[in-house]
Structures are given as structure tokens and as C-alpha cells.
């Protein structure tokens, strides 16, 4: 069974307190009178009501068929002759003595009733709410351009890199090759097919990412010390793809160094709700200044974090002289 979403039931909530209000503000209620008797109350009762009614005539038709530039003056011309009908409607069907639309105080009284103010109220949240799900839409549109993205990168430097590594260990006729090819083949398969998904198994993740550093360690030299730790226990935790590899390929590009001694430790917690990764690494020759604020990949990932995981990540990323250090937890599901 498929629940409402929360916007959904936000309406349904403004819905209810929007018709509850007069009831509960009748006095006759307390005064232990029939509202039905009190042509104030029916009046107010009956606009609230159309109101509301207009509200999601407005919402679920109005909005979507006339939001564009083109039709908007049509979509005012018909909300404003909604609006005269509401308003005004309620005294035509509950009468006060004396009323008439030749009044002299007729477009006073139109002005100065509570209907007319609560179907502008009721406008102005329909406009707001369309609102709010379009920028929804326009960020999962961006978040999904994103990890393709990222998936059209799976880095042409390391997919160079890994070729070379790959040739000599050919020539070498090194028995790591066959491994080596099917670790990469595993890692594309898992980029093009499972990536798609907006969830995936921990387990899958953490498959490619160890796929991932096992072919990064083939060109990793001997000045370097390199650990990995992945502890805890996996089960049926799913999480967003590709969320976590954009810090490791930082620590390989970054923290690998040929001239001098250099270190890359990954810390990998996994938790029945949540995942820690903690990485550490030296910052060799070729390391950018102001790398937090240049580095694509990283703010791409912060970004997808605020949006996909909001209040439920903790991301702290340390940039001292010699060390860039990243600390990740992300709550999953």
C-alpha cells in the first residue's frame, strides 16, 4: 500500500484546519446554540468550503494546464471570476436582511469579507506548493545529470592507468592479469547497469570500491604505504551509488607521489543503519591549492549528499599542510 507523500498530506492537514476554523470560532457553539441557526456561521462555513473546493480545482487542474507564460493572464481572468463567485456566493445562498448587489456598500463588504482573504490565502499556497515541486523536479533532474556525470568520468585517467598496468602484467605474463581484467570488467558493468538504479546494495557498493582500489594499488609503488579496512557486517542495507568514490579517487590523485614517501589509509565502519568512511592521505607535489572549493567531484558529491541524504550525513573534510583528511557517514536504509 502506497502512503501519501508529505506534501500530499500537508494539503489534507491545511484542508481540514481551514474548515475546522469556523466551527470551532462559532460562538453559538459555546453558547450552546445550533450554528445552523446563525446565517453568519453558514455563511462562513459555506465560503471556507468552496474555498477549499477552488483549492484543489486550482492545484490538481487549474495550475498544470495554465502555469505558462503564455496563459498567464487567462489563468488570472479565471481565478479572479472564481474568486467574485466564492466570495459572494454564500450570501446569495444565506441571505442577511437588507442584502442586495445594488448596495452602495456592495463592493465594500466584497473587499472586507473573511472569504475573500481566504481564497487569496488559498491562491498563494496552490502557487507556492507548484513551486516547491518544480525546483523538487528541477534537482532530481540535476542529481540524476550528475551521476551520469560521474559515470561518463569513471575517470579516463584511471581507465589509462589501469590499461597500462594491465599491458605490463600482460608482458610480464603475470598471473594477476586474468583478476585484474575481470575486476575491471566488474567495475564497468557496475558503473553502465547497477548506477542507474538510485539505490543499490551496500554490498555491491562495496564490491566496486574494493574492485576499484585493488586495480588503483597495481600502480601503487613501494615508497607508499597503503591500508584498507572495511569491518562490520553487510545485510540488507541499500544506499545511492557512486557516493563515496569520488573521495577515494581524490586520495589516489592526490596522495600517490613518486618522488617521495607517501600514505593512503581508507577506514571503511559499516552499521545496521549507518556506513563511516574515514580517509586519510598525504598531499604530494601536485596538489591544488584551495582544493575543498576547486575540486568538482567533491562539491558535485556535497551536493548530492545535502539533497539525497538532508540530516541524515555528516561530512567533515580536514586540509591541513601535509594531510587531506575525509570523514563520511551517511544513515541508510
Known amino acids: 500500500m502506497k502512503f501519501p507523500d508529505k506534501q500530499t498530506l500537508l494539503i489534507i492537514l491545511v484542508s481540514v484546519i481551514f474548515i475546522a476554523v469556523p466551527i470551532l470560532s462559532s460562538v453559538e457553539i459555546y453558547s450552546g446554540k445550533s450554528p445552523l441557526q446563525s446565517v453568519d456561521f453558514l455563511q462562513k462555513f459555506c465560503g471556507t468550503l468552496l474555498v477549499v473546493i477552488f483549492f484543489y480545482f486550482n492545484y490538481y487542474y487549474l495550475i498544470p494546464r495554465l502555469h505558462n507564460k503564455g496563459t498567464f493572464w487567462v489563468y488570472l481572468f479565471i481565478v479572479a471570476i472564481f474568486g467574485f463567485i466564492i466570495v459572494r456566493a454564500p450570501h446569495l445562498i444565506f441571505p442577511e436582511v437588507g442584502y442586495s448587489v445594488k448596495n ?15 481564497f487569496l490565502i488559498s491562491v498563494l499556497i496552490a502557487i507556492l506548493l507548484t513551486l516547491n515541486k518544480q525546483m523538487s523536479i528541477i534537482g532530481q533532474e540535476k542529481l540524476k545529470s550528475e551521476v551520469a556525470y560521474l559515470k561518463a568520468q569513471i575517470n579516463p585517467h584511471f581507465l589509462f592507468n589501469t590499461l597500462n598496468s594491465l599491458y605490463a602484467l600482460t608482458l610480464e605474463k603475470s598471473d594477476e592479469a586474468p583478476e585484474a581484467i575481470l575486476k575491471l570488467s566488474d567495475i564497468m558493468r557496475y558503473v553502465v547497469i547497477e548506477s542507474s538504479n538510485e539505490k543499490v546494495e551496500l554490498r555491491k557498493e562495496i564490491n566496486y570500491i574494493q574492485n576499484y582500489i585493488e586495480l588503483q594499488k597495481l600502480r601503487v609503488g613501494g615508497n607508499t604505504d597503503f591500508q584498507l579496512k572495511i569491518s562490520g557486517k553487510i545485510s540488507n542495507q541499500i544506499i545511492t551509488p557512486l557516493i563515496f568514490i569520488p573521495f577515494i579517487e581524490n586520495a589516489f590523485k592526490y596522495g600517490l607521489s613518486t618522488s617521495q614517501k607517501s600514505f593512503i589509509h581508507i577506514n571503511i565502519n559499516i552499521f545496521p543503519t549507518s556506513v563511516e568512511m574515514d580517509i586519510k592521505n598525504s598531499k604530494s607535489g601536485n596538489y591544488p591549492k584551495n582544493h575543498k572549493k576547486s575540486n568538482t567531484g567533491i562539491q558535485n558529491t556535497r551536493q548530492r549528499l545535502m539533497y539525497i541524504y538532508p540530516n541524515q ?7 591541513n599542510e601535509d594531510v587531506f583528511h575525509v570523514y563520511l557517514k551517511i544513515n541508510v536504509e
Not at 452602495?104 to 481566504?118: A, R
Not at 550525513?313 to 586540509?319: F, G, N, P, R, Y
Open 313 to 319: 550525513h555528516k561530512l567533515k573534510i580536514t586540509d
Open 104 to 118: 452602495p456598500t456592495f463592493w465594500h463588504q466584497l473587499i472586507s469579507d473573511k472569504t475573500f482573504y481566504e
